[in-house]
């Protein structure tokens, strides 16, 4: 299967790949659904924008909690590292990820369109002013903007808000393009981000998924399945394509 997988990727000629929490869990990052997901032990209305606008300290000691205080220790593992090694190679385009860890651009990835934002962005619910999170003292909350003194608030999206853009264009124009699609650690239950790999699919594209159990996808559009965790595969997968 992996020599499969990796004739695919190096004979394909413009390959895509779509991540979601399973490739940033042997960071350290939980998921957030199912056994031991964030939403066991914290409320998913914490991260409702009305919950938001109307108990904003409160919501954002949790979001400091989760998001920066265990999230701003976490490293990239091999699965990061492997796909930036496939775009440096030229065998990968573009990374389409529903993560908000940043990990593929610390492992060194450059083209990353980040489908459900960025925990490394704050933007000014009033003027629209972008911050990274380190000119942002944490310390006192809820943070407010340096040049009007609105409310801070992570640039990712909340339930209740939109995909943002020019993420979710990107994401769609790169997902009819692509020829070959790898799909890792995403299991297919996260509207609309879970359409994605059915649009590649639709329009030609060669499935592959890397995942440690069988998902949404794997008998729907998928056509080579690695059964096995995100870092592990990576690593058989790199192996095989320098082989060839």
């Known amino acids: 299967m992996y020599t499969q997988a990796a004739k695919i990727i190096k004979s394909s000629k ?3 790949a779509f991540t ?3 490739i940033s869990v042997e ?3 939980p998921p957030f659904r199912g056994e031991n997901g964030l939403w066991n032990k914290y409320d998913p209305q914490t991260f409702d924008i009305q919950y938001f606008y109307s108990h904003t300290k409160q919501s954002w000691e949790v979001i400091r909690e989760i998001f920066y205080d265990l999230f701003g220790k976490v490293r990239p593992n091999a699965a990061h590292y492997g796909l930036a090694e496939l775009e440096a190679n030229n065998m990968l385009s573009s990374v389409i990820t529903q993560n908000v860890d940043n990990l593929h651009k610390d492992a060194g990835s450059k083209i990353v369109h980040e ?3 960025s925990l490394k962005n704050l933007i000014c619910l009033n003027c629209r002013a972008k911050y990274e999170i380190l000119e942002i003292d ?3 909350l809820p943070p407010v903007c340096k040049k009007c003194d609105g409310i801070l608030k992570p640039d990712v999206i909340f339930f209740g808000e939109a995909i943002p853009e020019p993420a979710k264009t990107n994401s769609f124009n790169e997902t009819r393009k692509a020829d070959c699609f790898i799909l890792i650690g995403t299991t297919g239950t996260v509207a609309p981000a879970n359409t994605i790999p059915s649009a590649a699919k639709s329009n030609g ?3 592959i998924e890397i ?3 069988v998902s949404e996808y794997t008998r729907s559009v998928t056509d080579v399945f690695l059964e096995e965790k995100a870092s592990i595969a990576m690593e058989k997968l790199m192996e095989e394509i320098d082989k060839l």
Do not use: D, E, Q, T
Request: proline share 5%.
């Open 205 to 207: 594209a060669k499935i």
């Open 27 to 29: 960071s350290g990052i």
């Open 115 to 117: 489908f459900h934002g």
């Open 211 to 213: 995942n440690p159990y």
């Open 20 to 22: 979601g929490a399973g």
């Open 14 to 16: 413009r390959c895509v």
């Open 138 to 140: 944490l310390n006192v």
